[in-house]
């Protein structure tokens, strides 16, 4: 069965300090990963997928198979990132997992000045 | 631009009475998908459908129903709301054969149940 842990519900942070937003997941296939965030009052948005090995919005994530973690990383927090994270994993081959995603529980980050 | 839209933002219904909650998405997706979102357990799917007519069992179903008899228009059931199921329901869609980051979410629906 798939997966998807976030052990942290609550992250609080300063600005311009470092956040790591934890995720683990388990999977007998390959899987693909991804982040979602949701800002108040809006809708649930993708924010960064492990294949395309992007920045967005200063936030990396890397998918380390050994440890089936996928962890997302921002080295200065602002205050406009916070908001509900969650990770999310999609099974790749298979159709009954095709088209679907598996959801953490979140991580509600909180930016102090 | 994606528009997926859902009929109330805010929903209070009593014990035991049926409740329709209504998801329209105007670009001839195929799959259309419906979630709940509840703190502490992220999002759960419920029910997905891949094609009018069709539906297929998310994780949490019990309680639950879906219609789709068209496909721009994705239906949730509550045939007797209990107090458990006050949650905010989100649905989405995407397309068939698209990749499953590439779904698109509607703003939520916040129901209560008295």
């Known amino acids: 069965a798939q997966r998807v842990t976030q052990p942290e519900k609550l992250l609080s942070v300063f600005k311009g300090a470092p956040v790591e937003l934890k995720c683990n997941y388990s999977y007998s296939g390959s899987p693909e990963l991804f982040w979602y965030v949701q800002y108040s009052r809006q809708r649930l948005q993708l924010l960064l997928r492990h294949i395309s090995r992007e920045s967005i919005k200063g936030f990396t994530a890397d998918l380390n198979k050994g440890e089936t973690s996928f962890h997302l990383k921002k080295p200065f927090a602002q205050e406009e990132d916070s908001a509900m994270y969650y990770c999310?994993?999609?099974?790749?081959?298979?159709?009954?997992?095709?088209?679907?995603?598996?959801f953490g529980a979140g991580t509600q980050v909180v930016v102090t000045p | 631009d994606v528009k997926v839209t859902q009929s109330s933002r805010y929903l209070v219904k009593r014990t035991g009475e049926k409740v329709f909650l209504e998801c329209v998405q105007d670009?001839?997706?195929?799959?259309m998908f419906w979630y709940r979102q509840d703190p502490g357990l992220g999002l759960r799917l419920i029910y997905f459908?891949?094609?009018?007519?069709?539906?297929e069992k998310g994780d949490i179903p019990e309680g639950y129903s879906v219609s789709r008899e068209k496909k721009e228009r994705f239906s949730l059931i509550l045939e007797s709301a209990s107090t458990n199921q006050t949650s905010m329901y989100l649905c989405a869609s995407s397309l068939r054969g698209g990749r499953a980051y590439e779904q698109y979410f509607g703003p939520g629906t916040r129901l209560t149940v008295t």
């Open positions: 670009m001839d997706h195929e799959n």
């Open positions: 459908s891949y094609d009018v007519k069709m539906k």
């Open positions: 999310a994993l999609s099974g790749q081959g298979t159709t009954d997992s095709w088209g679907k995603l598996q």
